[in-house]
T-cell receptor, first 115, second 111 residues
Framework: DTGVSQNPRHKITKRGQNVTFRCDPI?????LYWYRQTLGQGPEFLTY????????KSRLLSDRFSAERPKGSFSTLEIQRTEQGDSAMYLC?????????????FGQGTRLTVV | QQPVQSPQAVILREGEDAVINCSSS?????VHWYRQKHGEAPVFLMI?????EQKGHDKISASFNEKKQQSSLYLTASQLSYSGTYFC????????????FGEGTQLTVNP
């Protein structure tokens, strides 16, 4: 399967714990996006990489959130000191572009539940 | 600013047509349409760039009215597989970065 892969699919954690999610984009894609989706809402943009460079971060991304894409391939999203409000589906998407827009393909997401 | 989608929900019988609208108060560069089924990833349908072009494949097409800053998604002769939540994502410039998604339109197609 050459689609966007996210791990784990589900994560239950206690409030205050740190969690890390991984996203493996489609192999040749140079752009990688993280979004968060809560029930009944559309995805909310969190951050975006072009190759290994993090080019944009949403104001939603507090200091507790950090994302990396060390070699321009897979990416990780870490949430420190989780809060109940962090419970959501975290979606990763990737696209191939040399400029402007092309279609972005989403992974199946990681569902985070903070108890 | 989040685009506004209408209607919020629509129920069809198989074979009927539907139109879903996506409006913005700001000048848009592009509109992206996705369909998401429960528990699954959003699936890309199409991109429309400013210029008022219309796109389509199979029985799903879309238009982008630059004057109104509105995009419409047209589903004709709907099939059971069209059921899901449709989201439009918009961008204000051509940087290829963030999309701002609407709240979605839930489409149910019944036999």
């Amino acid at each position: 399967d050459t689609g966007v892969s996210q791990n784990p699919r589900h994560k239950i954690t206690k409030r205050g714990q740190n969690v890390t999610f991984r996203c493996d984009p489609i192999s040749e894609h140079n752009r990688l996006y993280w979004y968060r989706q809560t029930l009944g809402q559309g995805p909310e943009f969190l951050t975006y990489f072009q190759n290994e460079a993090q080019l944009e971060k949403s104001r939603l991304l507090s200091d507790r959130f950090s994302a990396e894409r060390p070699k321009g391939s897979f990416s990780t999203l870490e949430i420190q000191r989780t809060e109940q409000g962090d419970s959501a589906m975290y979606l990763c998407a990737s696209s191939l572009s040399t400029g402007g827009y092309t279609e972005a393909f989403f992974g199946q997401g990681t569902r985070l539940t903070v108890v | 600013q989040q685009p506004v989608q209408s209607p919020q929900a629509v129920i069809l019988r198989e074979g009927e047509d539907a139109v879903i609208n996506c409006s913005s108060s700001k000048a848009l560069y592009s509109v992206h349409w996705y369909r998401q089924k429960h528990g699954e990833a959003p699936v890309f349908l199409m991109i429309l760039l400013k210029g008022g072009e219309q796109k389509g494949h199979d029985k799903i097409s879309a238009s982008f009215n630059e004057k109104k800053q509105q995009s419409s998604l047209y589903l004709t002769a709907s099939q059971l597989s069209y059921s899901g939540t449709y989201f439009c994502g918009t961008s204000l410039w051509d940087s290829g970065s963030r999309l701002t998604f609407g709240e979605g339109t839930q489409l149910t197609v019944n036999p």
